[in-house]
């Protein structure tokens, strides 16, 4: 006895309006299919998040970001392009000059995406060396055990509605890159977001913030570069991480 070819069939697209938001929301929708007769078929459900406008909209912060000025002007950020007349420094590289500014009293938020972001040493302070490393062929791709990637919510991405777990919501987001050299003391109150792999092993930084000299650097790995126009998720996380920085006194 041979079974029936499965078929597909269009039944149409789903389209709906989101009301007036004021937070974001995690919701549910629920999909269930009728014969014509009434009777249940099927039925299965799509997690969904809503992000209101509001809470990316860009402050009065003036931003110096020399290989993202195209993407962060459709935001709506004011831009410079005299570092020293900048509020925060948006980079993408860390280089011997941007480490001189940090200690010299600069902010800087480095969005080290790739192996080629860090260009110059930079120090724990505690005798280490702070550093980016590839999570591909080593101890933190996670293809050996499951790894479990999160957020801190107490200083930055409250607005982002999933519990402090990074799942489908930060999808295209997932960092490559990881933040090595941070001592387990520094995960209170330097880390903003990291992973660990099985039993909370291999615990490593995905966001991290360090005062360098006179000034405040402020890591993420995650991949925001491609999507800060069109992912309402890394737009989030870019407004939260200048607002952050804009409150950090320089020390």
Not at 52 to 81: K, M, S
Not at 82 to 94: P, T
Not at 129 to 140: F, H, Q
Request: with cysteine; proline share 4%; net charge negative.
């Amino acid at each position: 006895m041979m079974p029936h070819r499965a078929q597909v069939t269009n039944v149409g697209t789903i389209g709906f309006e989101v009301p007036p938001l004021e937070e974001s929301r995690r919701v549910r929708l629920e999909l269930r299919l009728f014969d014509q007769t009434g009777e249940l078929i099927t039925r299965n459900h799509q997690e969904l998040y809503f992000f209101p406008r509001h809470i990316a909209e860009p402050g009065e912060a003036l931003l110096y970001a020399p290989t993202l000025a195209e993407q962060l002007r459709v935001r709506g950020y004011r831009l410079t392009d005299d570092v020293s007349a900048a509020d925060i420094a948006v980079v993408e590289q860390m280089t011997d000059e941007l480490r001189l500014y940090v200690q010299n009293g600069g902010r800087v938020l480095w969005l080290a995406e790739d192996e080629e972001a860090q260009q110059t040493y930079l120090s724990t302070g505690g005798g280490g060396t702070l550093g980016i490393a590839r999570r591909d062929g080593s101890k933190w791709q996670g293809d050996w055990a499951s790894n479990m990637n999160w957020i801190c919510q107490d200083h930055m991405f409250r607005h982002i509605p999933t519990g402090g777990t990074v799942d489908f919501a930060f999808a295209d987001l997932v960092p490559e890159q990881v933040i090595t050299g941070l001592s387990p003391r520094d995960f209170a109150t330097d880390v903003h977001s990291g992973l660990f792999v099985g039993w909370l092993h291999h615990t490593v930084a995905l966001i991290a913030e360090r005062n360098i000299g006179a000034g405040r650097l402020l890591i993420s790995t995650y991949q925001l570069r491609e999507h800060l126009t069109d992912h309402p998720v890394a737009a989030v996380m870019l407004h939260d991480m200048v607002t952050h920085l804009m409150r950090s006194s320089k020390v």
